[in-house]
């Protein structure tokens, strides 16, 4: 096969243009096909605080028939049909990527869009293969560097491929803007390898929250409710919590929240300038890490527990880089009782996000997030109800 290839980007990642890797009849029929016989959704989506309907329609595709959150919507799956099977077929045979997954969106005319994202769920992988196909009206394609600001703009044609992989998730957004100037219909294909058990995702919906410089992926129901209350008040109840006191710009204080360090070998934890002695794992302590180590694949053996007991007490700016954690630690943060917000700042470009933690949710940091990024837990008189928050990490022994 020959195609037309261009690749757009100067670096960091890759995204190869086959201007015409669809024929005009073969692009055609799939268009009118596709249109047709699928059935389309467009679901509400909250922005700003609004409740509205997505500005174009879409539906999901899995060869295992696994649901995938997108846009904060659960997409439930559909089968492939006949034409798109072929498509996928084709761009795996190109891309060299076995697709087993499908987002298809229709944009009616040129009022329908899509804003700046990148296709960086975890379920997607680290360095996803992205094979873009489009059909239909033409449309304009941006990309923009998310730390250089550099943009490339491309017009998509029909039966044009777009494969977009290597680092192009973490550090470029892209968009299909809304214009006037459109007025036909455009269907727009996007294959990719999902990991099998992770669009529907036994422990619920997860997201990869850092856009470069280690990942910091969200698992927002990784615990049931009920589960998440029992551990709360069994931990709550029965920790032995201590409050130790800190030096501030030459002030001693007490610590803003309660807190205790679990360690398997009995070994202490030096942090905030305080040695902490530790403490043995409870049972339930024990089976909330059980169920981290297998998410992670990361053998813990230890846990700074922190109780807050309402919005006065936090975590100020600071990361989980102490020596003992190793180089490029994994450390995985549960949350159980009030939901607070958790903000993670870049040490050199100041970019910052901001994302509430609800009970039962578990937030894995690795790679080289605690290098890059600060976090906190910030203090706020809105919150009047105690959080509870594990985090459990896999110390040096004898650090």
């Known amino acids: 096969m020959h195609f037309v290839k261009n690749q757009l980007l100067p670096f960091d990642g890759t995204a190869i243009l086959f201007e015409n890797f669809l024929t005009a009849d073969f692009a055609a029929q799939a268009f009118d096909e596709i249109k047709n016989k699928n059935k389309w959704e467009q679901p509400e989506i909250t922005i700003f605080g609004n409740t509205v309907r997505e500005p174009r329609l879409s539906t999901w595709h899995n060869e295992l028939g696994e649901g995938y959150k997108y846009s904060g919507v659960m997409r439930h799956a559909q089968p492939f049909s006949e034409t798109l099977s072929e498509i996928r077929n084709r761009c795996a045979e190109v891309a060299n990527t076995p697709f087993n997954s499908a987002l298809v969106n229709l944009y009616r005319n040129g009022q329908d869009g899509m804003g700046w994202h990148s296709d960086n769920e975890a379920c997607n992988g680290p360095e996803p293969t992205i094979a873009s196909v489009s059909l239909g009206a033409t449309r304009r394609f941006d990309m923009r560097h998310r730390k250089t600001g550099e943009t490339i703009k491309i017009q998509l044609e029909s039966g044009s491929l777009l494969v977009m992989a290597g680092k192009s998730q973490q550090y470029w957004v892209h968009q299909v803007a809304k214009t006037k100037r459109v007025h036909e219909p455009r269907i727009n294909l996007t294959f990719r390898r999902v990991i099998e058990g992770c669009a529907c995702n036994l422990y619920g919906v997860n997201v990869q929250l850092l856009p470069f410089d280690g990942t910091a992926i969200l698992f ?180």
Not at 240 to 261: A, H, M
Not at 292 to 298: A, G, N
Not at 300 to 322: C, I, K, P, T
Request: with cysteine; aromatic share 8%; charged share 25%.
């Open 220 to 399: 927002e129901n990784f615990l049931t409710a009920d589960f998440a209350a029992q551990a709360f008040d069994e931990i709550k109840n029965e920790n032995k919590w201590e409050q130790p006191e800190i030096t501030i710009f030459g002030n001693t204080v007490l610590e803003p929240r309660l807190s205790t360090w679990h360690n398997e070998l009995g070994e202490g934890y030096k942090y905030s300038g305080v040695m902490r002695h530790a403490q043995p794992f409870s049972k339930m302590l024990g089976e909330i890490r059980d169920r981290c180590v297998e998410v992670t694949d990361t053998r813990f053996n230890s846990a700074l527990v922190n109780l807050y007991r309402n919005g006065q007490d936090g975590m100020g700016w600071h990361s989980d880089n102490e020596a003992c954690n190793g180089p490029e630690p994994t450390i995985a943060s549960v949350s159980l009782g009030a939901t607070r917000r958790f903000d993670m700042r870049h040490r050199k470009t100041g970019e910052t996000i901001k994302i509430q933690l609800e009970s039962g949710s578990l937030l894995v940091m690795a790679g080289k997030s605690q290098q890059y990024w600060v976090h906190q837990v910030a203090k706020t008189k809105r919150v009047h109800e105690p959080r509870i928050n594990l985090t459990f990490r896999r110390v040096i022994e004898s650090l």
